[in-house]
């Protein structure tokens, strides 16, 4: 019997940290829309997330479209389908690539910056001093966070779908000799606004579970500095496997027949 034991203990454990987690979403969202709200910690959570990670996040665009575009041409061309390669790059930034690529290119950075900061807030019992000084912690620390990761992620994207479809036009028309003209207008000519819609939604979608993560490992981490450096490795991998659930979700929901 130990074999089945030992797959019933990770089954409940695996469903109890489901509840823990769902208890925890319940509870920061509640906090993100019930007033008070603080306009300056959510500012300046829209900085750290959205303005510092435009670097990451751009050169991350640039080169896949660029690799997009010339992995495209090298296979359209055995069956002399080049003219598609436009609308393969702009379809592909724009409902999968921008989302996927900058919301782990973000859950890198970031997830692993909040399960730190709070999780050593954690560990040096400062969180236990804000309840002693009548703050809320998931008031304070956890909805700003939130509300500026659902609210700058699908900026970012926008951002990084212009500049990967930047990066493809660049190659294409100056590498492999297409017409910027008709490049641009096979472009716009196959763009629909469920493409873009669908990438936004899936950018909000991976920013709050980016936020939801690294505040959740950083909120209940333990165990001093090796407590905080689990914490922000749970919050990265969690992220990500979360991102990459979600995203076929979102895709199935938006593009299923």
């Known amino acids: 019997m130990n074999p089945i034991a030992a797959i019933g203990r990770v089954f409940l454990f695996f469903l109890a940290a489901t509840g823990r987690l769902a208890l925890f979403a319940g509870s920061a969202v509640f906090h993100a ?24 996040v751009g050169l ?7 690799v997009l575009a010339l ?24 409902r999968e690539l921008g989302p996927v690529l900058a919301g782990l290119m973000v859950a890198g950075r970031v997830g692993a910056a909040m399960a730190a900061e709070i999780g050593t807030m954690r560990v040096t019992e400062q969180i236990d001093a804000l309840t002693t000084l009548s703050t809320n912690p998931f008031k304070y620390l956890v909805a700003p966070r939130l509300i500026a990761g659902t609210i700058m992620l699908p900026l ?16 294409a028309v100056h590498k492999l000799d297409f017409g910027p003209i008709a490049y641009l207008e096979n472009t716009w000519e196959h763009l629909e606004t469920q493409d873009v819609v669908s990438g936004l939604v899936k950018a909000a979608a991976f920013g709050f579970l980016i936020a939801l993560m690294g505040c959740y490992h950083g909120y209940h981490s333990r165990g001093g500095a090796q407590g905080v450096g689990n914490a922000t490795t749970n919050a990265v991998v969690s992220a990500s496997i979360l991102i990459l659930t979600s995203n076929y979700l979102i895709t199935e929901a938006f593009f299923s027949r």
């Open 33 to 56: 829309v019930k007033p008070p709200i603080y306009p300056r910690l959510i500012g300046r959570q829209m900085v750290e997330i959205g303005y510092f990670s435009l670097p990451v």
């Open 156 to 171: 970012l994207v926008m951002v990084a779908d212009v500049i990967g479809v930047m990066g493809g036009y660049l190659v």
């Open 60 to 66: 991350t665009a640039i080169f896949s479209g660029m």
């Open 71 to 94: 992995q495209s041409y090298t296979g359209f061309q055995r069956f002399e389908a080049e003219s598609a390669i436009a609308t393969v790059v702009v379809l592909s930034m724009t």
